[in-house]
C-alpha cells in the first residue's frame, strides 16, 4: 500500500529564503507524482506534474525532482515570498489514476 | 480557466437532511471522477472512485450508504452525503483526470458544515 509522507509539517522562513519541501513515498512503482497547494479554505492548485520517466519540473521560482529508486521528491522554491505562504501537498499516483497524498507542509513566509 | 467545476462551495444544512455535491469536467470527458474528503489541519483521503455507468468504488471504510455517488453522464458526478450528521462536516474535493494529458483536475472543493 502506498504511503507518502512529508516532512517538515510546518515550516517558518524569513523573506527571500531559498527552501526545500520533501516528500518520501514507500512504493516506487509510482506512475506520476504532482505537487499542489493550498490556501486555507480553499480547493487545489496545481503546481507541477512530474512523470515517471522525467527527473524533475521547473516553472517560474519552483523546481521538483523526482527519484523513484529512492522514493523521494523535493520542491524547491527560490527567492520566497509572503505570497507563498499556503500548505504544499505532494501527491503520488499509482495505477488507476488513484491520487495519494502527503500530509501537506504548511509553509509561512514572514515579511 | 477552471476545468473541473464543483457545485455548491459552502453547505450549511441541518443534521438529518440529504445534500448534493456536483462535480462537472467543463471541456472534455471524465469516465472515473474521484471524490475526496478532508478534515481540518489534515491531508486529503480519496473516498471513492466514480466510474461512469457503472457502480462506484468505495474505500475501505467508506461507507457507500452514506455517501452516494452518481456518475450520470460523460462530464458529470454527484456525491450525495445522506442523513447527515455533524460529523460528515468537512471539505470535499472531486477531481477528473483528462487522460490526454496525464493529469487530474480538481474542484474547488465544498465546505460542508452540519449542524
Known amino acids: 500500500k502506498q504511503e507518502v509522507t512529508q516532512i517538515p509539517a510546518a515550516l517558518s522562513v524569513p523573506e527571500g529564503e531559498n527552501l526545500v519541501l520533501n516528500c518520501s513515498f514507500t512504493d516506487s512503482a509510482i506512475y506520476n507524482l504532482q505537487w499542489f497547494r493550498q490556501d486555507p479554505g480553499k480547493g487545489l492548485t496545481s503546481l507541477l506534474l512530474i512523470q515517471s520517466s522525467q527527473r524533475e519540473q521547473t516553472s517560474g521560482r519552483l523546481n521538483a525532482s523526482l527519484d523513484k529508486s529512492s522514493g523521494r521528491s523535493t520542491l524547491y522554491i527560490a527567492a520566497s515570498q509572503p505570497g507563498d505562504s499556503a500548505t504544499y501537498l505532494c501527491a503520488a499516483y499509482n495505477q488507476g489514476g488513484k491520487l495519494i497524498f502527503g500530509q501537506g507542509t504548511e509553509l509561512s513566509v514572514k515579511p | 480557466g477552471a476545468v473541473v467545476s464543483q457545485h455548491p462551495s459552502r453547505v450549511i444544512c441541518k443534521s438529518g437532511t440529504s445534500v448534493k455535491i456536483e462535480c462537472r469536467s467543463l471541456?472534455?470527458?471524465?469516465?472515473?471522477m474521484f471524490w475526496y474528503r478532508q478534515f481540518p489541519k489534515q491531508s486529503l483521503m480519496l473516498m471513492a472512485t466514480?466510474?461512469?455507468?457503472?457502480?462506484?468504488?468505495?474505500e475501505q471504510g467508506v461507507e457507500k450508504d452514506k455517501f452516494l455517488i452518481n456518475h450520470a453522464s460523460l462530464t458529470l458526478s454527484t456525491l450525495t452525503v445522506t442523513s447527515a450528521h455533524p460529523e460528515d462536516s468537512s471539505f470535499y474535493i472531486c477531481?477528473?483526470?483528462?487522460?490526454?494529458?496525464?493529469?487530474?483536475?480538481f474542484g474547488a472543493g465544498t465546505r460542508l458544515s452540519v449542524l
Open positions: 471541456d472534455f470527458q471524465a469516465t472515473t
Open positions: 466514480s466510474n461512469e455507468g457503472s457502480k462506484a468504488t468505495y
Open positions: 477531481s477528473a483526470p483528462r487522460v490526454a494529458k496525464n493529469i487530474q483536475y
